[in-house]
C-alpha cells in the first residue's frame, strides 16, 4: 500500500524567510505523480506544485519549489520569501492511476 | 486552474433526512469525479471514486447505501447523505480530475446534522 507521511505537525516561518515541509512516501511503483496542495482558512484546496516522477528536474512555480530525491522517496516542499498569504495546511499527496493518497498535513504559521 | 463549484456551501439538516450536495466542474469535463471527508485539522478521506455513466466505488468501511452518489454527466456529481445522523455532521470535498492531470477541488460542503 502505498503511504504518504509529512513528520512535521505545525511549523513556523518569519515573513520574507524561507521554510521547507518535508514529504516521504512508499511505493515499489517507478511512475507516479506527486503533489502539494494548500488548505488556507477557507478550506479550500489550492494545487501548489506537482511534480512527475520520471522527470528529474524538480519543479517550480513562482516562490514554490520541490526537492524530489526518487530514489529515497522524498519530496520536500520550499516556500521563499514567505507571504502571511502562505500561512495554511500543506497536504503533500501521491498519486498513480487515479487515486490520491494524502499525507496528514503541516500547519504553516507565518509571523510578521 | 480549472474549477470545480460544489452546493450548497453549509447544510443544517435534522436527523433522519437526506441531503444532496452538488459537485460541478465549470470549466473542464471531469471523467472521474471523487468524494472526500475532513474531519477538523485532518487529512482528507477519501469516500468514493465516481465515473460519468457508472456506478461509483467506495472505499472500505464507507456505506453505499448511506452515501449514495450519481455521476450522471462530465461535469456533474452528487453525493446524497440518506437519513442524516449527527455522526454524519463532516465537511465533504469534491474533485474532478483531468486525464494525466492533477485534482481540483471544489469549496468543500459543510455539514451538521441536528
Known amino acids: 500500500a502505498q503511504t504518504v507521511t509529512q513528520s512535521q505537525p505545525e511549523m513556523s516561518v518569519q515573513e520574507a524567510e524561507t521554510v521547507t515541509l518535508s514529504c516521504t512516501y512508499d511505493?515499489?511503483?517507478?511512475?507516479?505523480?506527486l503533489f502539494w496542495y494548500k488548505q488556507p482558512p477557507s478550506r479550500q484546496m489550492i494545487l501548489v506544485i506537482r511534480?512527475?516522477?520520471?522527470?528529474?528536474q524538480n519543479a517550480t512555480e513562482n516562490r514554490f519549489s520541490v526537492n524530489f530525491q526518487k530514489a529515497a522517496k522524498s519530496f520536500s516542499l520550499k516556500i521563499s520569501d514567505s507571504q502571511l498569504g502562505d500561512a495554511a495546511m500543506y497536504f503533500c499527496?501521491?498519486?498513480?492511476?487515479?487515486?490520491?493518497?494524502f499525507g496528514a498535513g503541516t500547519i504553516l504559521r507565518v509571523k510578521s | 486552474g480549472a474549477v470545480v463549484s460544489q452546493h450548497p456551501s453549509r447544510v443544517i439538516c435534522k436527523s433522519g433526512t437526506s441531503v444532496k450536495i452538488e459537485c460541478r466542474s465549470l470549466?473542464?469535463?471531469?471523467?472521474?469525479m471523487f468524494w472526500y471527508r475532513q474531519f477538523p485539522k485532518k487529512s482528507l478521506m477519501l469516500m468514493a471514486t465516481?465515473?460519468?455513466?457508472?456506478?461509483?466505488?467506495?472505499e472500505q468501511g464507507v456505506e453505499k447505501d448511506k452515501f449514495l452518489i450519481n455521476h450522471a454527466s462530465l461535469t456533474l456529481s452528487t453525493l446524497t447523505v440518506t437519513s442524516a445522523h449527527p455522526e454524519d455532521s463532516s465537511f465533504y470535498i469534491c474533485?474532478?480530475?483531468?486525464?494525466?492531470?492533477?485534482?481540483?477541488f471544489g469549496p468543500g460542503t459543510r455539514l451538521l446534522v441536528l
Open positions: 470549466d473542464f469535463q471531469a471523467t472521474t
Open positions: 511505493t515499489s511503483e517507478s511512475d507516479y505523480y
Open positions: 465516481s465515473n460519468e455513466g457508472s456506478k461509483a466505488t467506495y
Open positions: 511534480q512527475e516522477a520520471y522527470k528529474q
Open positions: 499527496a501521491y498519486r498513480r492511476g487515479n487515486k490520491l493518497v
Open positions: 474533485s474532478g480530475q483531468l486525464a494525466g492531470e492533477a485534482e481540483y
